[in-house]
């Protein structure tokens, strides 16, 4: 639900000052300043506003899902072996080979599933992944 809301301390509401949107989505709060003193067009550009923020947010401009393979590769260049000491750089190279292994060309969005369990099988020393089933 969107509020509109003034920030003047003025006694009428039809005042000359803003009208801004006020309003959450997922949990995050958005004010956004709408540029005229008139209710009726402050209603209709907040709804432009909202729908515009929640295309940019969670829609078609959303990132591509990526395998974890690639995602580690990137990693590794850019951040371990940019901000970390040799020793850590080594142990994250490890750490990565080992996920690697289970992980490999898994999509992102499969993996951070709130469903997702890896387990350490002591028989052959490795780690299994069970994913949940696609939903149809």
Request: proline letters at 4%.
């Amino acid at each position: 639900m969107t509020a509109l809301r003034k920030r003047c301390r003025c006694r009428d509401w039809r005042c000359d000052h803003w009208w801004f949107a006020d309003f959450r989505v997922r949990g995050r709060r958005y004010r956004i300043p709408l540029k005229t003193a008139n209710k009726n067009l402050a209603a209709q550009l907040a709804t432009v506003e909202r729908n515009s923020l929640l295309k940019a947010r969670y829609g078609i401009f959303q990132q591509p899902d990526v395998a974890f393979s690639a995602f580690a590769k990137d990693y590794l260049k850019d951040h371990v072996a940019v901000n970390t000491r040799p020793g850590t750089l080594a142990r994250e190279q490890e750490i990565v080979k080992t996920l690697t292994r289970v992980f490999g060309s898994t999509r992102s969005r499969r993996i951070v599933s709130s469903n997702t369990s890896v387990t350490a099988s002591p028989g052959d020393g490795g780690l299994t992944a069970r994913f949940p089933q696609a939903s149809p």
